[in-house]
């Protein structure tokens, strides 16, 4: 099959390419600085051409109100040009419990681009994931300062980004779900107790201070971030993790 991966020069979809590529696939990312824009639909029809399946990895830029636009713009986009290809099949990744978070512009935008695809003209697979462990750091990163770093006792349930990419393009390669496909990470962590194991892991002396005003994921209620009772479950454990990147 061909598959067209847009954002399929970052973290996850370069992973994803070169997944489906060893699976005897042909995958071609497509990106910004391929040539295709996805807000004002340039390269977008030459690079759907042909292709079977169109698994979307695009960002916002932002995490604000912006992400809304950027969604509700990219969207319609690829979806009007998956439509004129003759596409069979979408796919985006989005979060576990996004529209549980209402609090939060982002997740918002999130919601509104799960719902954009749903109501497309195109067979759909939604992939749901936890946090990834890449992004610990920029968590730790938002409320600290030389002595301490101030975390809230948030639930979540984080997970490798290679896992997420081989979910993302395990579920590509299959017939449309028509549905959510959700991964989340093997162990369950407190956000403040992450972030510690986090610190004594790199040699960090700062002190983690449980604050359940800090940060984004202060917007966050209860355990909405972990798996459900029919989530697929990563093989990679944060501690194994981290002593890999060391």
Known sequence: MKFTVVGGTGLIGSQV???LTEAGHEAVPVALSTGVDVITGKGLDEAFQGADVVVNLT???TFDEASLDFFRTSMGNLLAAGEK???GHQVILSIVGVDQVPALDYYRAKVLQEELLQQGPTPYSIVRATQ?????GAALSWTSDEETVRLPATPIQPMAAADV??????????SPLRGIYEVAGPDV????????VTLAAKGDGRTVVTDDQAGMFAAVDGDVLLGGPGAHL???HYRDWLQQAR
Request: no cysteine.
């Open 59 to 61: 960002n916002s830029p």
């Open 189 to 196: 962590f407190r956000l403040d107790e992450l972030g510690k």
């Open 85 to 87: 290809a003759g596409v």
């Open 132 to 136: 990834f462990f890449e992004f610990m």
């Open 234 to 236: 990563a093989p990679t």
């Open 17 to 19: 390419v070169r997944m």
């Open 165 to 174: 990419a081989a979910a993302v393009a395990k579920v590509a390669a299959g």
